[in-house]
């Protein structure tokens, strides 16, 4: 298996990454050919899907950025991280949480992602 920090932080190079040629060759590194990612809004899978969702997300936020904010915890082949998507001017646009999974070989196979922090407790 594959350092799972270098796995991540080659995610976030991929999310950010505007050249459909090099965001490709990330893909491939960091993604398993049946990967899915499952966010709030969208739901794709495979490597077409994939970037396609990546591309839906630039166009919608041009020149913002995605960052890591969080250690990842791990346990056996998943994974949690948390994250934000940061305007040009440094306001955070949108925090999250992601939940993966690894194939043996270290590529990601799921990833599900959740924004906003966690509901408050319903009272009983």
Do not use: C, K
């Not at 976030?12 to 499952?38: H, I, K, M, Y």
């Not at 960052?67 to 791990?74: E, K, Y």
């Not at 994974?79 to 194939?103: H, N």
């Amino acid at each position: 298996m594959r350092d799972i920090t270098s796995i991540i932080d080659a995610y976030f190079a991929l999310l950010n990454e505007p050249d459909p040629t090099r965001r490709a060759a990330l893909l491939s590194r960091v993604w398993a050919p049946d990967g899915r990612w499952v966010d709030p809004p969208l739901a794709s899978e495979g490597p077409t899907g994939i970037d396609a969702m990546i591309v839906a997300a630039q166009g919608q936020f041009p020149g913002h950025r995605f960052r890591r904010v969080s250690g990842i915890d791990q346990h056996h082949d998943h994974f949690r991280f948390g994250w934000e998507l940061v305007a040009p001017d440094g306001s955070v646009v949108v925090a999250g949480t992601d939940i993966g999974e690894l194939t043996p070989d270290g590529r990601l196979r799921r990833i599900i992602g959740f924004f906003g922090p966690l509901p408050a407790l319903a009272p009983a």
